[in-house]
T-cell receptor, first 112, second 116 residues
Framework: GENVEQHPSTLSVQEGDSAVIKCTYS??????FPWYKQELGKGPQLIID?????GEKKDQRIAVTLNKTAKHFSLHITETQPEDSAVYFC???????????FGSGTKLNVKP | DARVTQTPRHKVTEMGQEVTMRCQPI?????VFWYRQTMMQGLELLAY????????DSGMPKDRFSAEMPDATLATLKIQPSEPRDSAVYFC??????????????FGDGTRLSIL
């Protein structure tokens, strides 16, 4: 089955700096890669996703890049703000009725 | 915005008691997932359904856990008997899934379960 690894497990940045979270996957058949943000006491919320026919996608301060050859994808957050502090999860999915394989999560702390 | 609704939000009970958690998926979604999370760690998939039929429950301890979808608007996760090690946050998610197309899963805000 698919195996998704996520790094780093914790990340601390100064407000205004950029943050990058990386994930690798093992199954070349995976074709959908969502990113979720989880705030304390809440469920994970989708923040951006990318499909295998696209190499990069941006939404304001958030971007995701995908390298299918190397089987890795990354989340980039620019101009970080304290409200970006949360746990971020990556996931991979293939032809399997929406079953996701999640990474282990990255706790991002943005210091004011 | 349509949301996944989970009840109760919090549950504290004693070891050995039966626990039932409920989930109302987003109307029109055909896949429903149950996850367990401990101490803000990873998301452990317990079971999932497509069109109310169980597709995979291999992540669930079969001797004490059971998951069902009595109808398209309700999914339940039961623990009987409960044990302290079951203390965790249980999330339900729903989505639109086919064999060839993936869509985002939408999560509820979870049931925080404490077994004393």
């Amino acid at each position: 089955g698919e195996n998704v690894e996520q790094h780093p497990s914790t990340l601390s940045v100064q407000e205004g700096d950029s943050a990058v979270i990386k994930c690798t996957y093992s199954d070349s058949a995976s074709n959908y890669f969502p990113w979720y943000k989880q705030e304390l006491g809440k469920g994970p919320q989708l923040i951006i996703d990318i499909r295998s026919n696209v190499g990069e996608k941006k939404d304001q301060r958030i971007a995701v890049t995908l390298n299918k050859t190397a089987k890795h994808f990354s989340l980039h957050i620019t101009e970080t703000q304290p409200e970006d502090s949360a746990v971020y999860f990556c996931a991979a999915s293939g032809y399997n009725f929406n079953k996701f394989y999640f990474g282990s999560g990255t706790k991002l702390n943005v210091k004011p | 915005d349509a949301r996944v609704t989970q009840t109760p939000r919090h549950k504290v009970t004693e070891m050995g008691q039966e626990v039932t958690m409920r989930c109302q998926p987003i109307l029109g979604h055909n896949t429903v997932f149950w996850y367990r999370q401990t101490m803000m760690q990873g998301l452990e998939l317990l079971a999932y359904f497509r069109n109310r039929a169980p597709l995979d429950d291999s992540g669930m301890p079969k001797d004490r856990f059971s998951a069902e979808m009595p109808d398209a608007t309700l999914a339940t996760l039961k623990i009987q008997p409960s044990e302290p090690r079951d203390s965790a946050v249980y999330f339900c998610a729903s989505g639109l899934g086919t064999l060839y197309s993936n869509q985002p899963q939408h999560f509820g805000d979870g049931t925080r379960l404490s077994i004393l």
